[in-house]
């Protein structure tokens, strides 16, 4: 099954990406995700992206539509993938599109993660990632047993630059500006489906286990 999570920053496609890809065993493929490990590693594309990411502008669509391309000729989407946050402009849903024509393949279902603006920022500007091994924790939700420590691996906690209120507020405006278009396009293609982006983890997971098994795509 080639799926894509739709919604705003905050919806909580990150999470239930790494649920999904760990039950229906396929890549979950996040093209913030691969974009912060390059700017982590410094190399030409990740210094360039950073510029963008820090302010909470989208990345030029054709470095993103290059990564997720070259990601998906791999041999692991063979069975299906879960992209989160790409597509994320038209531009991108359409060059998506084109590619996978190409090889006579095709999204599936286009989930949209629906939430109100503020639980979105609640969450974000909550949000709290392990400098070392990744892991995602949250103020008030999610909460380390020390603060500022990583309950998996002991490391030092940080707050993404992307996830300060002036940022979360420029990329909600992004997102309803360049990616809410996205809805319409999947609803036109009679792929797009709606859910609770404010449920909390394994009820969502219930949720999308549902539609998929009703879609008879696992
Ligand atoms: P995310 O973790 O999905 O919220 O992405 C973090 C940041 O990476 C975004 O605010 C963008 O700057 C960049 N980014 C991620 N995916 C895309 C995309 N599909 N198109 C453009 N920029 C992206």
New binding site residues.
């Given amino acids: 099954m080639n799926i894509v999570l739709l919604g705003p920053?905050g919806a909580g496609k990150?999470t239930q990406g790494v649920v999904l890809s760990k039950s229906y065993n396929i890549p979950h493929i996040?093209?913030?995700?691969i974009?912060r490990e390059a700017v982590k590693t410094g190399t030409p594309m990740g210094k360039k992206?950073k510029t963008?990411?820090d302010k909470?502008?989208?990345?030029p669509?054709e470095v993103?539509v290059g990564i997720v391309v070259d990601r998906l000729a791999q041999s692991d989407t063979k069975k299906g993938y879960i992209l989160?946050?790409?597509?994320?402009?038209l531009k991108?849903a359409e060059a998506l599109d084109a590619a996978l024509e190409k090889i006579e393949s095709g999204i599936d279902m286009a989930l949209y993660f629906e939430i109100p603006e503020n639980i979105a920022i609640e969450r974000l500007t909550g949000r709290r990632v392990c400098k070392s091994c990744g892991a995602n924790f949250h103020i008030k939700n999610i909460p380390t047993k020390v603060e500022g420590i990583c309950d998996k691996c002991g490391a030092e906690l940080f707050q993404r630059p992307?996830d300060r209120l002036e940022t979360v507020k420029n990329?909600l405006k992004v997102y309803e500006l360049q990616t809410r278009p996205l809805i319409d396009y999947y609803t036109k293609k009679g792929i797009l489906k709606k859910v609770s982006g404010a449920l909390d983890v394994k009820d969502l997971f219930k949720v999308l286990s549902q539609i998929f098994s009703d879609a008879k795509l696992a």
């Fill in positions: 920053p990150g996040s093209t913030g995700d974009l992206a963008f990411m909470g502008e989208l990345v669509d993103v989160d946050g790409f597509p994320r402009t991108q992307d990329r």
